[in-house]
């Protein structure tokens, strides 16, 4: 089966330090999301690309994450500076568009200290 | 201080029997609602999708209901096992661009 693949599943580091998460989306979707899960908020949309557009990112703190598409096959979740509210799970998602389910990867655990 | 997470609604049934998860939905302009479920330490898993044409559909062992006048969903999962224990989130999207919004999920416990 096709699948979300995102790398790395665990990161742990301090205060300040860059962060950045990839994601492989399944070859031939067209749209990908950036969400973020955790104890508190539940899941939350970040950012969302169609085509390897943005097209919002409204979900997303500006000054510290950054959110980009190089190619068909990488999307990347970039935070800088990290601090400890940025712990949480964060997941991409990726799908054929409008009326079509989102297929999600396994997460990346952060944890910021 | 303590901390408060989000409270997840919980459902306990016994092996074997049928659970029945349910949602309210809050935009009436939504047109295509998903099923998903998700293991501990893993992400959100597709489960079923319904359109809003339908009032039902099945998959294996599971059916969704869409109820659009009351703005409900179900997710019914025959001879529950084991391995339905998981957290269900249901979903729904409509307008023009591709987002979908979750619900807060419910907690599926199997008694033995």
């Known amino acids: 089966d096709a699948r979300v693949t995102q790398t790395p599943r665990h990161k742990v580091t301090e205060m300040g330090q860059e962060v950045t998460m990839r994601c492989q989306p399944i070859?031939?979707?067209?749209?990908v999301f950036w969400y973020r899960q955790t104890m508190m908020q539940g899941l939350e949309l970040l950012a969302y690309?169609?085509?390897?557009?943005?097209?919002?990112d409204s979900g997303m703190p500006k000054d510290r994450f950054s959110a980009e598409m190089p190619d068909a096959t990488l999307a990347t979740l970039k935070i800088q500076p990290s601090e400890p509210r940025d712990s949480a799970v964060y997941f991409c998602?990726?799908?054929?568009?409008?009326?079509?389910?989102?297929?999600f990867g396994d997460g990346t655990r952060l944890s910021i200290l | 201080g303590e901390s408060v997470g989000l409270h997840l609604p919980t459902l306990s049934v016994q092996e074997g029997d049928n659970s029945i998860i349910n949602c309210a939905y809050s935009?009436?302009?939504?047109?295509?609602f998903i099923w998903y479920k998700q293991e501990s330490g893993k992400g959100p898993q597709f489960i079923i999708d319904i359109r809003s044409n339908m009032d039902k559909r099945q998959g294996q062992r599971v059916t969704v209901l869409l109820n659009k006048t009351v703005k409900h969903l179900s997710l019914q999962i025959a001879a529950t096992q084991p391995g339905d224990s998981a957290v269900y989130f249901c979903a729904e999207s409509g307008g023009r661009d591709d987002k979908i919004i979750f619900g807060k999920g419910t907690r599926l416990h199997i008694l033995p």
């Open positions: 070859l031939g979707h067209n749209t």
């Open positions: 690309f169609r085509n390897r557009a943005p097209l919002d």
């Open positions: 935009n009436s302009a939504s047109d295509y």
């Open positions: 998602a990726s799908g054929l568009g409008r009326g079509q389910p989102q297929h």
